[in-house]
């Protein structure tokens, strides 16, 4: 694999083994997502603030809310480490490269131990979850920089945090006092992490992509499910 297994290419497979196999080895891109560019500027905002304070004694809201004695980590590769082409990597035993981009990186002041954190952006009724939905995907995720890390020599806490920014959907542009302002609520939620799994996996995916043979697709791949319903209308 050229340019590395990263960590998105290792969720593609665990969902659907064939598609990454069509994707990484033959070429077959998927197709293309709408790009969420609210995510986009909302992780930014949050990556401003929490830099406005890194490398120094001071608290954050959120930290204070939670009863968290963290502060933001400071390192030479931060920049390298969100940067989703570099990303934190490490190479394997069965010789590929795998890398994935974190969002930030705090550091616990009581243990020295790092917590990965991972922005989240979403506009919904209630309190964000990750136990629904995408949860399950967003876990491994978790876990697969929590694994990264720890094969990078850093010291890691099992609890990750995800950063949640709620968008209100009261008001409006013409709204009294909103003035085309849109409002956030902002989640914490501790996650505790288990990366046993991590490594494994890793193997099975270089083994199915250095492989001749197609793999059977995912059983909830919507992709393979189109193409395959496709196929069966067009051959009729």
């Given at each position: ?67 968290l004695n963290v502060r933001a980590f400071e ?162």
């Amino acid at each position: 694999m050229k340019k590395g297994l990263s960590r998105s290419a290792l969720e593609q497979f665990i969902r659907c083994p064939r598609c990454f196999y069509q994707q990484r080895r033959l070429g077959l891109k998927q197709p293309s997502m709408v790009p969420l560019t609210l995510a986009v500027a909302t992780d930014a905002l949050l990556k401003n603030e929490f830099d406005a304070i890194r490398g120094q004694d001071v608290t954050h809201a959120v930290w204070q809310e939670h009863g968290l004695n963290v502060r933001a980590f400071e390192h030479p590769d931060i920049d390298l480490w969100r940067n989703n082409f570099k990303g934190q990597r490490i190479t394997h035993s069965c010789g590929v490269e795998v890398f994935g981009a974190v969002d930030d990186v705090w550091e616990n002041l009581n243990t020295g131990e790092l917590h990965i954190v991972d922005y989240k952006s979403t506009s919904k009724q209630g309190e964000p979850s990750i136990d629904v939905g995408w949860g399950e995907g967003y876990k491994r995720q978790m876990e697969i920089y929590q694994w990264l890390f720890r094969q990078a020599g850093h010291k890691v806490s099992n609890t990750g945090y995800f950063l949640y920014v709620n968008g209100s959907k009261q008001g409006g542009f013409y709204s009294s006092g909103t003035h085309g302002v849109m409002n956030f609520a902002t989640t914490l939620i501790a996650y505790e992490g288990d990366d046993s799994w991590v490594d494994a996996k890793v193997i099975e995916a270089m083994d199915c992509y250095r492989a001749d043979e197609m793999p059977q697709r995912g059983g909830d791949c919507d992709n393979c499910r189109y193409f395959e319903e496709r196929s069966a209308l067009e051959g009729r």
